[in-house]
């Protein structure tokens, strides 16, 4: 008996070596399967836009619409004076209707006196087209300080930045804009577009991509 030993005992390591190696193996396809990456982890997303209103709007309006989501637009204030249809729209939709100044000039080379007229006036012209004065409001170039902020505050508006850039104003191309979205959408993200400025066509050709995906992955739309 005592010459089958060590041949016995190197079947119980043997076997014991093979156990380990499977617990291992199970453990990592299980955790392969229930760990999704973090961009598809559901949540909430805001989608909002800026430079509007433009003849793309109503585009953009359109592919909201059909997809039964909401967003903010950051308008500029002169867009509103020349488009206030398209404001109105916009709101009469659901959609709701930021502050982004007057011109979309970098704010923080302004006096303080002329940072007020180019949030009041953009306020004052938002609330003539929907009846309704804007409680946001979005920096042009997301470039403020403390006087800016003050000075919103002391308007009613709500400062709102972003934290994922389409960065579609580059014009990179449409599948471009929608990886830029998906690559890095998280709960709570505010995603950076725009429908106004220049030519916003891939835009709206990406936006319901990005939607779709979104929708897929769980998320719902809010407004920041």
């Not at 499977?22 to 999704?36: E, F, G, I, K, Y």
């Not at 433009?54 to 039964?68: A, R």
């Not at 709570?188 to 939607?211: F, K, Y």
Request: hydrophobic share 40%; proline share 6%; charged share 10%.
């Amino acid at each position: 008996m005592r010459r089958f030993l060590p041949l016995l005992l190197s079947i119980s390591l043997a076997c014991l070596g093979t156990l380990f190696l499977l617990a291992v193996a199970v453990s990592d396809a299980h955790a392969q399967t229930s760990t999704l990456p973090a961009q598809q982890v559901g949540g909430s997303v805001a989608l909002t836009f800026d430079d509007g209103p433009s003849t793309f709007t109503p585009q953009i309006l359109n592919v909201l619409q059909q997809s039964g989501v909401r967003a903010t637009f950051f308008e500029v204030g002169q867009q509103v004076q020349a488009r206030p249809g398209l404001t109105q729209e916009a709101y009469q939709a659901g959609d709701v209707i930021g502050n982004h100044s007057w011109s979309h000039p970098n704010l923080t080379l302004l006096t303080p006196s002329q940072v007020q007229g180019q949030l009041s006036r953009t306020s004052a012209a938002i609330q003539q087209a929907t009846g309704v004065s804007p409680t946001l409001f979005r920096p042009p170039y997301g470039a403020t300080n403390t006087t800016i902020s003050a000075t919103a505050e002391q308007l009613g508006l709500r400062p709102v930045l972003w934290n994922v850039d389409s960065l579609d104003w580059e014009r990179p191309g449409v599948n471009a804009i929608v990886r830029n979205v998906l690559s890095t959408a998280n709960n709570g993200s505010i995603v950076l577009m725009h429908d106004g400025g220049g030519d916003r066509s891939e835009t709206v050709q990406a936006l319901p991509q990005i939607i779709a995906e979104l929708q897929q992955r769980g998320f719902v739309f809010v407004t920041p």
